[in-house]
């Protein structure tokens, strides 16, 4: 059974940083590109990131370019984001997905998780 | 980037209604097109995917339509577990965007 299971989430001061990670179970997931998708508080949802299946190439949505960084271990199978210089409209729940095909030629995201809660305030 | 607007973005239905939810992008997308149904508190889940494709393990009632600009996303015979929000999403290019949802609602 595929699963991801997100963690790190919490409080977090403005400008403050948090790292959440994704633990990925039950596919190969070092095949497979994945995705950061987030959903502030009765919104709907914002695309984040994305990071291939070796971790050569990633894409950033321009509200988190510079600021956020999305890596992966391939080892640990699992996915990673490292959020810097947090601000008020980073709050939000942040998800992981599997992208169902590949980095460039992605058909849908076939799993989530349950998503983490990241809080920014003072 | 390529925007994609959802219509209606509220509507109330029945139990047994058919409901139909339209997805236009601002640009060609090819079949590059997904559904998402999300029920709050909870992840989305993968409903549609190539623009009609059923995901596994999704109910026939559901089903979708459409290519380059225009696709709509078709509930049969609406069922109790089917209240919630939908969302469009278009794979065709970076950034993998969502449309801004359509919430169905119990009439």
């Known amino acids: 059974e595929v699963q991801l299971v997100e963690s790190g989430g919490g409080l977090v001061q403005p400008g403050g940083s948090l790292r959440l990670s994704c633990a990925a179970s039950?596919?190969?997931?070092?095949?497979?590109?994945m995705h950061w998708v987030r959903q502030a508080p009765g919104k709907g949802l914002e695309y984040v990131s994305a990071?291939?299946?070796?971790?050569?190439?990633?894409y950033y949505a321009n509200s988190v370019k510079g600021r956020f960084t999305i890596s992966r271990d391939n080892s640990k199978n699992t996915l990673y984001l490292q959020m810097g210089s947090l601000r008020a409209e980073d709050m939000a729940v942040y998800y992981c997905?599997?992208?169902?095909?590949?980095?460039?030629?992605?058909?849908?995201?076939?799993?989530w998780g349950q998503g983490t809660l990241v809080t920014v305030s003072s | 980037d390529i925007q994609l607007t959802q219509s209606p973005s509220f509507l109330s239905a029945s139990v047994g209604d058919r409901v139909t939810i339209t997805c236009r992008a601002s640009?060609?997308?090819?079949?590059?097109l997904a559904w998402y149904q999300q029920k709050p508190g909870k992840a989305p889940k993968l409903l549609i995917y190539?623009?009609?494709t059923l995901q596994s393990g999704v109910p026939s009632r559901f089903s979708g339509s459409g290519s380059g600009t225009e696709f709509t996303l078709t509930i049969s015979s609406l069922q109790p577990e089917d209240f919630a929000t939908y969302y469009c999403q278009q794979l065709n290019s970076y950034p993998p965007r969502f449309g801004p949802g359509t919430k169905v609602d119990i009439k």
């Open positions: 990071i291939s299946s070796n971790g050569g190439s990633t």
């Open positions: 039950g596919f190969t997931f070092s095949s497979y590109a």
């Open positions: 640009q060609g997308i090819s079949s590059y």
């Open positions: 997905a599997r992208d169902s095909g590949s980095f460039t030629g992605a058909l849908a995201f076939d799993y």
């Open positions: 190539a623009a009609s």
